[in-house]
């Protein structure tokens, strides 16, 4: 046998894949064709990432207190309102669709009955009510939990030591409603209360704002990567035990179909998982099972491991932040919460991936 003749490739032969049809194997399939150049990398990708899957959630403080970093959090700091209006003028420019806010208030503005959450004039309802002035177009997304106003830290009401669910309930009707009130156009409960979704959408039909759309933490899990978003609201200090009562068990994930199922029922309009990246499985089951709009949080925790790995050069953080929102987007999140959302939106404007 001549050197050509041993050079030359067998035919291919014939396999079956999972569905059961023919394929062929290498040499006559060589998937690297598709990856020889960027411009074919980009027209096969499966999952596109862009500026509309992105929601930027900021943090805000009063006017009188100190601007400062969130440690734990590099390159994030609490926003004054005027600073709130000025992040969604830059939303904006991006083609960001939404802002999330979330409050940290004063020490002396906390108590067991979290009274804040529902006062109309509190810094939430006035950044939203300047925002929308302001930058009209931006959608606006509010937290709905007691934990920023809560002299316990904990997301609910409580009572020797217990995390009451109705009375909590009653409490988050009264604040979405202000919320709403004030230019809120997407409430979006993370409290993880049982019923808490169909008493929200109950209390807002019955104030006359059936437009605000309900986004549900469906599956929020007690989760260790929240640690650096409860310094930046200032409820880590004050926590008194942990959230395991009401926050899921991360061993379940057939739990979380029913808790979405559940919401589903009660008039959610959206559904979240929370934290991200440790739950895609949860976020990719939810989104086939349900086909609804299914969001995802990339939590402070997530946030704060990129950064960190990066400041260290033990990792590319470019390439890292990038890749992750590309996990969110293959798994089937139709949006995705991102604290690099103005990062990634200036980069998808000057590439495209």
């Given at each position: 046998m001549s050197e050509r003749q041993r050079q030359k490739p067998a035919a291919s032969a014939q396999t079956k894949d999972n569905l059961g049809l023919s394929v062929g194997t290498y040499p006559l399939l060589r998937p690297r064709r598709n990856r020889t150049d960027a411009w074919v990398r980009g027209m096969v990708a499966e999952a596109r990432l862009t500026v509309s899957d992105l929601i930027w959630p900021i943090f805000l403080?009063?006017?009188d207190n100190p601007a400062f970093e969130i440690v734990s959090m590099p390159g994030i700091s609490r926003l004054t309102i005027e600073e709130a209006v000025q992040a969604a003028r830059q939303a904006a420019d991006l083609g960001i669709p939404a802002l999330a806010v979330f409050p940290c208030i004063g020490e002396d503005r906390k108590n067991p009955d979290c009274t804040e959450a529902v006062n109309p004039d509190n810094l939430?309802?006035?950044?939203?009510?300047?925002?929308k002035k302001a930058v009209p177009q931006i959608g606006i997304i509010c937290d709905v939990a007691l934990d920023p106003f809560n002299a316990n830290g904990?997301?609910?009401l409580v009572h020797d030591g217990r995390v009451l669910n109705d009375e909590t309930i009653a409490i988050l009707c009264q604040q979405a409603i202000v919320q709403a009130r004030a230019g809120c156009d997407i409430i979006a409960p993370s409290d993880m209360m049982d019923g808490r979704v169909g008493a929200?959408?109950?209390?807002l039909d019955q104030a006359e704002l059936q437009d605000v759309k309900i986004c549900s933490y469906a599956a929020k899990y007690a989760s260790a990567f929240y640690g650096p978003f409860r310094d930046a609201v200032g409820s880590g200090g004050k926590l008194v035990g942990d959230k395991q009562t009401y926050q899921m068990n991360p061993?379940?994930?057939?739990?979380?179909?029913?808790?979405?199922?559940?919401?589903?029922?009660?008039g959610a309009d959206m559904v979240m998982v929370k934290p991200g990246m440790?739950?895609?499985?949860?976020?990719?089951r939810i989104k086939e099972r349900f086909s609804?709009?299914?969001?995802?949080?990339?939590?402070?925790?997530?946030y704060a491991m990129i950064e960190a790995a990066a400041s260290n050069g033990w990792l590319d953080g470019e390439k890292a932040m990038m890749e992750s929102l590309i996990c969110f987007k293959r798994s089937g999140a139709d949006a995705i919460f991102t604290y690099f959302a103005p990062r990634i939106?200036?980069?998808l404007q000057n590439s495209s991936l």
């Open positions: 403080r009063e006017d939430v309802c006035r950044a939203v009510s300047a925002i904990h997301d609910g929200i959408r109950c209390a061993a379940n994930s057939d739990e979380a179909l029913r808790e979405v199922a559940m919401d589903l029922s009660e440790p739950y895609l499985d949860v976020l990719q609804v709009p299914t969001f995802a949080y990339q939590v402070s925790g997530e939106a200036e980069r």
